[in-house]
């Protein structure tokens, strides 16, 4: 089993930059796909990216390829989530999720974290 806590988001201005974090406990890390996900007001929870346990493999939503960056440092049992280029239709509650094997729905995915707001203002 593992926790996810997720932190970085915020405030900021269309065109900024934003470092999401989530934080994950236990010794197991290492060995779980981590996804992340969005949920905007009155939408579905959507992917964003994932990658896979070793980080050798990413894979983005078209929405956000070429301006987020997802990576991990498993000996810190930390993953990242770098934003950039923000458009207010990023604005959403961003989450981590984990789990064994290869997926990018958000159903397969078991652990979740409890969410961190992002908001991109014009």
């Known amino acids: 089993q593992v926790q996810l806590v997720e932190s970085g988001g915020g405030l900021v201005q269309a065109g900024g930059s934003l470092r999401l974090s989530c934080a994950a406990s236990?010794?197991?890390?290492?060995?779980?796909?981590m996804g992340w996900f969005r949920q905007a007001p009155g939408k579905e929870r959507e992917f964003v990216a994932a990658?896979?346990?070793?980080?050798?493999?990413?894979y983005y939503a078209d929405s956000v390829k070429g301006r987020f960056t997802i990576s991990r440092d498993n000996p810190k049992n930390t993953m990242y989530l770098s934003v950039n280029s923000l458009k207010p239709e990023d604005t959403a509650v961003y989450y981590c999720?984990?789990?064994?094997?290869?997926?990018?729905?958000?159903?397969?995915?078991?652990?979740w974290g409890q969410g961190t707001q992002v908001t991109v203002s014009v």
């Open positions: 999720a984990a789990r064994v094997g290869w997926a990018i729905n958000s159903q397969k995915y078991d652990y």
């Open positions: 236990g010794r197991t890390f290492s060995t779980y796909t």
């Open positions: 990658i896979s346990s070793g980080g050798a493999i990413t």
